[in-house]
């Protein structure tokens, strides 16, 4: 996805803006992200009497992203009162980091600019799993960390050594980029327990379905089923 109408993002974060909370500062914030799927998602800052729980406007786009189904962030306008470019604050970008990674365009007065000119060096989920012992989610190869959050993931019951197992393969899918060819960006090895399976999925993308040895699909993602798969995955 190239192409960016960073007018209409303004346009979308400016509305938000409009409706932000802020009688403390009298510094109202709107932001408009663009998500990997197409869809725009929205947020306002939200003051609190304890200052320190202050939610930013970058706070209320990462919230909606994943209410609304997840995925990842490709493009960001953030403004101020007078509907012109905002930098983000040190911790939204962090939270944008997490959640579009190196690549995802913050609008800036000049031109747009990449998390990694943002955010040099940072910190990520890569640093967690480097820690020698200490694994909170399946390795995500490095190769495949900008692929995060996007994509599908299939869970499947197989055979090995005459014994059903479970395994999975990660696959690409048709909107993620434009005229990108679909297929697997990577297949899982197996386990006797399909949670595990399901664990791994979940490392790489929100959206996990399982097929099970009838060929009756499920729903094992984050949030909501979605209306083509109504029914939600039940171990055992």
């Given at each position: 996805m190239t192409d960016i109408d960073w007018a209409r993002?303004?346009?979308?974060?400016?509305?938000?803006?409009?409706?932000?909370?802020?009688?403390?500062?009298t510094f109202p914030v709107g932001a408009a992200a663009l998500v990997d799927d197409g869809r725009v998602v929205v947020g306002c800052n939200v003051e609190n009497a304890a200052y320190g729980v202050t939610l930013c406007a970058e706070c209320g786009v990462v919230s909606s992203l994943h209410a609304t189904?997840?995925?990842?962030?490709v493009a960001l306008s953030c403004v101020d009162a007078t509907g012109e470019p905002l930098?983000?604050?040190?911790?939204?970008?962090?939270?944008?980091?997490?959640?579009?990674?190196?690549?995802?365009?913050?609008?800036?007065?000049?031109?747009?600019?990449?998390m990694a000119e943002l955010l040099p060096h940072a910190f990520g989920v890569e640093?967690?799993?480097a820690v020698?012992?200490?694994?909170?989610?399946?390795?995500?190869?490095?190769?495949?960390?900008?692929?995060r959050?996007?994509?599908?993931?299939?869970?499947?019951?197989?055979m090995s050594a005459g014994q059903q197992v479970w395994t999975a393969y990660w696959e690409r899918s048709a909107g993620d980029d434009a005229g990108a060819e679909t297929g697997v960006l990577e297949e899982a090895p197996s386990w006797d327990d399909p949670a595990e399976a399901i664990t791994w999925g979940l490392a790489r993308t929100p959206r996990v379905v399982v097929v099970d040895a009838t060929g009756t699909i499920f729903w094992a993602g984050e949030g909501e089923p979605p209306a083509e798969i109504p029914v939600r995955w039940a171990a055992g």
């Open positions: 993002l303004r346009a979308a974060a400016t509305e938000a803006m409009r409706h932000a909370y802020a009688p403390y500062s189904g997840g995925g990842r962030l930098m983000p604050c040190g911790r939204c970008r962090q939270l944008l980091w997490e959640n579009g990674g190196p690549e995802c365009l913050i609008e800036s007065k000049t031109r747009p600019l990449r640093d967690l799993e020698t012992g200490e694994t909170p989610v399946p390795v995500v190869p490095e190769r495949l960390a900008a692929w959050g996007r994509g599908t993931v299939f869970v499947h019951p197989d």
